[in-house]
């Protein structure tokens, strides 16, 4: 099976680095994918890492370590409209398993 | 550029109702589409998807069912609603070229009473 855990809340203020953690347990594994979930809406893609290392797409990055099985999602210069639920995600033969989610609040 | 569309939004049923919740696909062929539910304050549990017309596979044992009439179209039902089939029920799709991103409706939020 897959399992994957993250931390509930993380709280950070405007113009602050924040690092939201992903720590993965499955069987077989292809690669850790990140999404964002606005209070009401849709998840959104943010990004995918298949190999070890650091992507990077404007202000957030993505890391990955597999030998580790950790990875994390990392939001610079953060913003109000960053406020909103972050959940990592393992794809596996066309089928995603998510974690709970991480609630990032940004504080003035 | 492709599109999803899921609808209703907001559904408010009482216990023991029929469900239909519909989500269409526009600008791709043969997507793989899935159905998904969010508890309030929880992650997305996978209960459906499929790769093409009429293959449905169903993740978790429940009370509701799914069926693809058409290659962009997905439907998730039940003959008989109950109260824990309340949450948030998300239709997605992607490609077998681009699995490692889902692209997801807009949702509905389903409160049975």
């Known amino acids: 099976g897959q399992s994957l855990e993250q931390p509930s809340e993380v709280t950070a203020v405007e113009g602050a680095i924040v690092q939201i953690n992903c720590t993965y347990q499955t069987s077989g594994f292809y690669g850790l994918s990140w999404y964002q979930q606005h209070d009401g809406g849709a998840p959104t893609f943010l990004s995918y890492n298949a190999l070890d290392g650091l992507e990077e797409t404007g202000r957030f990055s993505s890391f990955l370590s597999r030998s580790d099985s950790y990875g994390y999602l990392l939001l610079q210069e953060l913003q109000m409209k960053d406020s909103a639920s972050y959940f990592c995600a393992v794809p596996n033969a066309g089928k995603s398993t998510f974690g709970d989610g991480t609630t990032l609040t940004v504080k003035p | 550029s492709q599109t999803i569309h899921q609808w209703p939004a907001t559904l408010v049923q009482p216990v023991g109702s029929p469900l239909s919740l519909e989500c269409t696909v526009e600008?791709?062929?043969?997507?793989?589409l899935y159905w998904y539910r969010q508890a309030a304050g929880r992650g997305l549990q996978l209960l459906f998807y499929?790769?093409?017309?009429?293959?449905i596979s169903s993740e978790v044992p429940q009370n509701l069912s799914a069926s693809r009439p058409q290659d962009r179209q997905f439907i998730l039902s039940s003959k008989k609603l109950l109260l824990s089939d309340s949450g948030f029920y998300l239709c997605?799709?992607?490609?077998?070229?681009?699995?490692?991103?889902?692209?997801f409706g807009s949702g509905t939020q389903l409160s049975v009473l």
């Open positions: 499929s790769v093409g017309i009429g293959q």
């Open positions: 600008g791709t062929s043969n997507p793989n």
């Open positions: 997605a799709w992607n490609t077998g070229a681009t699995n490692e991103k889902l692209f």
